[in-house]
């Protein structure tokens, strides 16, 4: 991995990534809304943004939340709310979509390459056990259905691009500490490591597909 855009660098998974791949000497761009006003959930901003760069051997998009202003992931039916789950697809599934919008330029044409988008378990529909969540849980499984066509896509331009979807663990930061309760999380730099381990061992076969943190696939 040589030249990697990071989109989200001012979260703690897209930080701690980054970190990791500059402390190996990698060429990292990193854009997040914060340091750059990039807005994932805009397209004329996400256009801005990627204006002109790459090629990169990976793109990763580590952009997304589970509170939106004050809408938490609902705890039942009845607190579904119409905008909430609204806001909920405009950043946890189109904002993706408008970063994969890019992919056929931002990744070289000829060589292996990784597209990775941080999606969650959660977002799994066959590993959902326990209800409730319903609008960041339908978002990210709508993420997991457009890297999975993405991937086809991809595939026939881009004969060694490889794009995924991945669940990074549960870890430790703004996104997860008000819902931790006594559930164990990794800290953002172990889950860096983690994530760039199954990035680097990800083969042609892989893309389209949704992987956890150890490289194992999660049911869709
Ligand atoms: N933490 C976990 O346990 C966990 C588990 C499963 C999946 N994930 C997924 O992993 C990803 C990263 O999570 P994290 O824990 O690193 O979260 P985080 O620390 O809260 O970071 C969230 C990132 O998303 C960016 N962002 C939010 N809204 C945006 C927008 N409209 N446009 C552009 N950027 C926007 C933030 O940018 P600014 O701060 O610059 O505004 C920040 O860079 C998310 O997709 C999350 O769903 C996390």
Known sequence: MERVLIIGESGAIGGAVAAHLRGQGCEVTGLSRSADGLDVTDGASVAAALEGLGPFDLVLVATGALEIGEAGPEKALRDIDGTAMAAQFALNAIGPALVLRHAADLLPREGRSVFAVLTARVGSIGDNRLGGWYSYRAAKAAANQIVH??????????????????????????????????HPAVPPAEAAENLLNVIGNLRSVDSGGFFDWRGERVEW
Do not use: M
């Open 149 to 182: 066509g993405a991937a086809i896509e991809l595939g026939r331009s881009h004969k060694q691009a490889i794009c995924v979807a991945l669940h990074p663990g549960t870890v430790q930061s703004d996104l997860t500490a008000k819902y931790l309760g006594r």
